[in-house]
Structures are given as structure tokens and as C-alpha cells.
């Protein structure tokens, strides 16, 4: 049975898994005959993301010999150009993480994922759980096919900053799919905990000032907290491997996190700008496909933004809602191996909390967009002053 579900979790990651090899990002195969192993190294594979690095750079190195003139604004060329830099440069380092530097830890990645999802889910479960998750990314691979001929119709055609511009969209899909797995499995381990906290009560049927091994305590009863304890050290095991992953995490796309927001924030302000300045074109002449355009790439980088504090912030919370549920537990057990469990579980949480960070620059989470909004909002005040 656990050859079947290991075949099932390969399955779900297939759509997006393609995705990412057409552009050099999955340096790993999946194996589904030979399952002692989901992971395995590939020499197509890093051929392939070793070609794409240098389009890559190539690409790079010809936008730094050929400033481009966007506007008959020198601002928004210098800002333009600009964030034409940081988009290469964002690319670049997520080929290079990904397939070079930390190449080894995506296997650890997985590996870690499967043996959560283990702990965490009964065989039908499992089973479900992955076919839902394999129709969200099998959606998200349909908008990001729409997204792509957008991106070719809009304006440049098939040109090679456009070719950057998906594969650095990529990284970022799978940097938020890796959040929303962590929060997903987070949220599994809280609602198991409560379900612990309620059977521990309810068969216990005593006041939470009773002890463990008061004689009002039925062998049944007594045996329900032994099975809670393990339970709970079960929990432990599985958010240890959370805490892996998001270490894992980290590691790999920490640079490449913080480059994606940085151009998003200049993309975002230079865009703005723009967008403030043909205001009074779209007054007079009314509005047409570029104003559009225009617009719709202000509201895709802010949402750009948005989304991935949100999934980090709501991930990160987990840990609190966690801590919560474990105190009902130690609330309800005095003395007890559960109760031992408990209190090892919400040490361990408060050691190893679970957090996204930008290189360690900075905590991804709802406190920085909101920062990166004003940041902004202040930018654009003062390049219109100086208009």
C-alpha cells in the first residue's frame, strides 16, 4: 500500500514537476517503478538548466551593453532599465541555487514532505489529499499557461527578457506552493492536537486537577492518555520535518525570495509612475489597450506581493494557533506522559518556530507588504515633487 500512495504523491507533483524542468528549474527525477526512492539526480536535467544559464546570461550581459529607451523620460528609462537588471539577476540566482548550490537539499525537501505526510494522513486520507492538491496545481499550471501568451502578447513578443520574466514566475510559483504545503500540514497537526485534547477529556471524565495516577482513573482511561502521548510524540516527529522543510526552504530561495520582491517593489513603483503620468491621457483620449496593459502589470506586481506575505504570514501563524491548542492539553493533565508530550511539543514550537525570511534580511509576512506599500506610496510622492 505504501508503494501505491508513494505513487500517488509523484503523481501530484507531476504537473507542476514539468513545469519546472522545461525551464531548468526540477533538478530531480521521479522515480515510479523503483519507489525506495522519490528522488533522484539527473544529468539531462542539469545539461538542460546549465543551457538556460547561459541564454540566461547571455541575455543579461546584452541588456547591459544596450540601455533601452522605453519613454522620452529619462526617469522612467533609468528606472525601467533598472528593474530590467534585477529581473536577469533574479533569474540567474534561481538557476543557480536551485541547480548548483543547494541542489542536494531538494531531495531532502521531498523526502521530508513524504515522511509528513506519512505521520500526518491514514492511507484514504492520503489518497485524497492528493488528488485535491493535484487538481489546485494541475489549475495553477492552466493560469500560468493563460499568463504566458499575455506576457508574449504584451508588447515585446518573443523577446528574451520575456523568457526571464516566466522563469523567474516559475521559482516563485513553486516558492508559494511550498508555503501553502507548510501551512496545509500545520493546520493537520493543530486540529489533531485538539482532537487529542477532546478525546483526553472526555475519557478521562475528571477534573483537570486530578492527577494521572489517581485511583479514580480507569485502565481504559489510562491507557487513552498512554496512546495520547504517542500520538502527540508522533506530532513532534512530523513538525520537526516541518521545520526541515522550511529550513530547506530558506536555504534554496531566501536570495532568490529577496531579488523577486526587490524588482516586484521597483516594477511596482516604476509602473506607478507611469501609470500617473498617462493619467491625464487616459482624461482626454479615453482609455486603450496599452492603458490596459499598464494597469494590469501595477495590480499584477502588487498582488505578486501580497500573496506571497499572506501565504508566509497565515503559514507562520500556525505556530501560535498551535501553542494554543497545546495548552488545553496541558491544561486538562497534571501529571501525565501526556502531558509530558504537551509540554515538550510547545518548547520545541517555541524554539523552532516556523518563519520565511528574505536571506534573513527580513521575516516575510503581512507587517513587510504593508511596509513595501508605504515604501511605495513615498517613492512616488517624492518622483512627482521632483516633476
Same mark, same amino acid.
Given at each position: 500500500?505504501?508503494?501505491?500512495?508513494?505513487?500517488?504523491?509523484?503523481?501530484?507533483?507531476?504537473?507542476?514537476?514539468?513545469?519546472?524542468?522545461?525551464f531548468g528549474l526540477a533538478p530531480y527525477c521521479f522515480r515510479n517503478k523503483?519507489?525506495?526512492?522519490?528522488?533522484?539526480? =539527473? &544529468? #539531462?536535467?542539469? /545539461? $538542460?538548466?546549465?543551457?538556460?544559464?547561459?541564454?540566461?546570461?547571455?541575455?543579461?550581459?546584452?541588456?547591459?551593453?544596450?540601455?533601452?529607451?522605453?519613454?522620452i523620460l529619462p526617469e522612467i528609462n533609468i528606472v525601467t532599465n533598472i528593474s530590467a537588471h534585477l529581473l536577469s539577476l533574479t533569474s540567474l540566482t534561481a538557476l543557480l541555487l536551485i541547480n548548483f548550490v543547494h541542489r542536494n537539499k531538494f531531495k531532502n525537501l521531498f523526502e521530508?514532505?513524504?515522511?509528513?505526510?506519512?505521520i500526518l494522513f491514514s492511507e484514504i486520507d492520503l489518497q485524497n489529499t492528493y488528488k485535491r492538491m493535484y487538481k489546485l496545481i494541475l489549475f495553477q499550471v492552466i493560469l500560468f499557461g493563460i499568463f504566458v501568451s499575455l506576457v508574449f502578447i504584451d508588447g515585446f513578443g518573443w523577446a528574451g527578457c520575456r523568457i526571464i520574466t516566466i522563469l523567474s514566475h516559475v521559482?516563485?510559483?513553486?516558492?508559494? =506552493? &511550498? #508555503?501553502?504545503? /507548510? $501551512?496545509?500540514?500545520l493546520s493537520i497537526i493543530k486540529c489533531k492536537v485538539d482532537t487529542i485534547a477532546n478525546e483526553t477529556e472526555t475519557n478521562t471524565g475528571i477534573n483537570v486537577t486530578r492527577l494521572y495516577n489517581s485511583m479514580e482513573l480507569t485502565t481504559d482511561a489510562k491507557a487513552t492518555v498512554?496512546?495520547?502521548?504517542?500520538?502527540?510524540?508522533?506530532?513532534?516527529?512530523?513538525?520537526?520535518?516541518?521545520?526541515?522543510?522550511?529550513?530547506?526552504?530558506?536555504?534554496?530561495?531566501?536570495?532568490?525570495?529577496?531579488?523577486?520582491?526587490?524588482?516586484?517593489?521597483?516594477?511596482?513603483?516604476?509602473?506607478?509612475?507611469?501609470?500617473?503620468?498617462?493619467?491625464?491621457?487616459?482624461v482626454s483620449g479615453g482609455i486603450n489597450i496599452l492603458v490596459v496593459s499598464l494597469f494590469a502589470w501595477?495590480?499584477?506586481?502588487?498582488?505578486?506581493?501580497?500573496?506571497?506575505?499572506?501565504?508566509?504570514?497565515?503559514?507562520?501563524?500556525?505556530?501560535?494557533?498551535?501553542?494554543g491548542k497545546l495548552q488545553n492539553i496541558l491544561l486538562q493533565q497534571d501529571n501525565s506522559k501526556t502531558h509530558y508530550q504537551a509540554q515538550l511539543f510547545s518548547t520545541q514550537i517555541?524554539?523552532?518556530?516556523?518563519?520565511?525570511s528574505a536571506a534573513g534580511f527580513y521575516v516575510l509576512n503581512l507587517?513587510?507588504?504593508?511596509?513595501?506599500?508605504?515604501?511605495?506610496?513615498?517613492?512616488?510622492?517624492?518622483?512627482?515633487?521632483?516633476r
Amino acid at each position: 500500500m505504501e508503494s501505491a500512495l508513494k505513487i500517488e504523491f509523484v503523481k501530484y507533483f507531476k504537473p507542476f514537476y514539468y513545469t519546472m524542468k522545461l525551464f531548468g528549474l526540477a533538478p530531480y527525477c521521479f522515480r515510479n517503478k523503483t519507489l525506495n526512492s522519490t528522488y533522484r539526480s =539527473n &544529468v #539531462v536535467s542539469f /545539461i $538542460w538548466s546549465f543551457i538556460l544559464f547561459t541564454v540566461v546570461i547571455y541575455i543579461s550581459l546584452n541588456d547591459l551593453n544596450d540601455l533601452k529607451k522605453y519613454s522620452i523620460l529619462p526617469e522612467i528609462n533609468i528606472v525601467t532599465n533598472i528593474s530590467a537588471h534585477l529581473l536577469s539577476l533574479t533569474s540567474l540566482t534561481a538557476l543557480l541555487l536551485i541547480n548548483f548550490v543547494h541542489r542536494n537539499k531538494f531531495k531532502n525537501l521531498f523526502e521530508n514532505l513524504w515522511y509528513v505526510d506519512r505521520i500526518l494522513f491514514s492511507e484514504i486520507d492520503l489518497q485524497n489529499t492528493y488528488k485535491r492538491m493535484y487538481k489546485l496545481i494541475l489549475f495553477q499550471v492552466i493560469l500560468f499557461g493563460i499568463f504566458v501568451s499575455l506576457v508574449f502578447i504584451d508588447g515585446f513578443g518573443w523577446a528574451g527578457c520575456r523568457i526571464i520574466t516566466i522563469l523567474s514566475h516559475v521559482t516563485y510559483i513553486f516558492y508559494c =506552493n &511550498v #508555503v501553502c504545503i /507548510i $501551512w496545509h500540514r500545520l493546520s493537520i497537526i493543530k486540529c489533531k492536537v485538539d482532537t487529542i485534547a477532546n478525546e483526553t477529556e472526555t475519557n478521562t471524565g475528571i477534573n483537570v486537577t486530578r492527577l494521572y495516577n489517581s485511583m479514580e482513573l480507569t485502565t481504559d482511561a489510562k491507557a487513552t492518555v498512554n496512546d495520547s502521548s504517542n500520538k502527540i510524540l508522533m506530532l513532534r516527529c512530523a513538525y520537526n520535518s516541518i521545520k526541515d522543510i522550511d529550513n530547506n526552504l530558506n536555504s534554496i530561495l531566501g536570495t532568490y525570495i529577496l531579488l523577486e520582491m526587490t524588482y516586484n517593489f521597483v516594477s511596482f513603483v516604476a509602473h506607478a509612475y507611469i501609470g500617473i503620468l498617462s493619467f491625464k491621457f487616459v482624461v482626454s483620449g479615453g482609455i486603450n489597450i496599452l492603458v490596459v496593459s499598464l494597469f494590469a502589470w501595477i495590480l499584477f506586481y502588487l498582488a505578486k506581493q501580497g500573496i506571497v506575505c499572506f501565504l508566509c504570514n497565515a503559514a507562520s501563524n500556525q505556530t501560535q494557533h498551535l501553542q494554543g491548542k497545546l495548552q488545553n492539553i496541558l491544561l486538562q493533565q497534571d501529571n501525565s506522559k501526556t502531558h509530558y508530550q504537551a509540554q515538550l511539543f510547545s518548547t520545541q514550537i517555541s524554539r523552532n518556530k516556523i518563519t520565511f525570511s528574505a536571506a534573513g534580511f527580513y521575516v516575510l509576512n503581512l507587517n513587510i507588504f504593508f511596509t513595501y506599500v508605504s515604501s511605495a506610496i513615498s517613492f512616488l510622492i517624492i518622483l512627482l515633487q521632483f516633476r
